[in-house]
């Protein structure tokens, strides 16, 4: 079946212009997840979903950054008046979610942000 | 949060060699996954392993969760099997969210 997508591929911003990105999880996966991979910092977690609960928001850098998933399926991670430390790859994952147990997660192909 | 450390961070091997890639951790864990990143950064899902023993073709992973260590075995390489390798582990306090190794970067030579 179709795994997570994930669009633009590319985006290119100048500093202080927002941005959306975009992920389509697998279907029928309630857990998605927002990563970035940059060169300093590695990868790391931004945000979760679980079904309908309130989104984990520990792992945004800034009040910059905000998702919304919408009807439990798309997600959208916005970034306002960016700088060109967001410069990264952003990557979405999703899993059949469930709170007691761990999935294994999938990874869409990612959005490369540049901002110059 | 939780540290995951991988060793060794580079490694160069001719093709037909095997290798053992660690990743040690620092709390107990609930999930735990090994990746793949192509060249073209696609992360490629190679073992979903919190305990246990895995095989997969060339490929295999033992994790011993007691000791907060996995391992992952890659037999007979290909050039093919460059790319840098990742763990990443999660707890159920933060909805599993992975918190990822540095990586092991590996170059295959023919």
């Known amino acids: 079946g179709a795994g997570v997508s994930q669009s633009p591929s590319n985006k290119v911003t100048e500093k202080g212009k927002d941005v959306e990105l975009r992920c389509d999880p697998i279907s029928g996966h309630t857990a998605l997840y927002w990563y970035r991979q940059s060169l300093g910092q590695g990868l790391e977690f931004l945000i979760y979903?679980?079904?309908?609960?309130?989104?984990?928001k520990s792992g945004l850098p800034s009040d910059r950054f905000s998702a919304e998933r919408t009807g439990g399926s798309v997600s959208t991670l916005t970034i306002q008046r960016t700088q060109q430390e967001d410069s990264a790859v952003y990557l979405c994952?999703?899993?059949?979610?469930?709170?007691?147990?761990?999935?294994?997660?999938?990874f869409g192909p990612g959005t490369r942000l540049t901002v110059t | 949060g939780i540290q995951v450390e991988q060793s060794p961070p580079d490694l160069i091997l001719q093709e037909g060699a095997n290798s053992t890639l660690r990743c040690n951790f620092s709390?107990?864990?609930?999930?735990l996954q090994w990746f793949h990143q192509n060249p073209w950064g696609q992360l490629i899902n190679l073992f979903y392993?919190?305990?246990g023993t895995k095989q997969n073709g060339r490929l295999s992973a033992t994790t011993v969760a007691t000791e907060r260590y996995s391992l992952l075995y890659i037999s007979s390489s290909q050039t093919t099997d460059s790319g840098v390798y990742f763990c990443a582990v999660g707890i159920l306090n933060s909805g599993y969210a992975l918190n990822f190794g540095k990586g092991t970067s590996l170059l295959v030579t023919p």
């Open positions: 709390d107990s864990v609930n999930n």
């Open positions: 979903f679980q079904g309908n609960s309130a989104p984990d």
């Open positions: 994952a999703s899993s059949p979610g469930g709170t007691s147990i761990a999935y294994e997660q999938y």
């Open positions: 392993i919190p305990s």
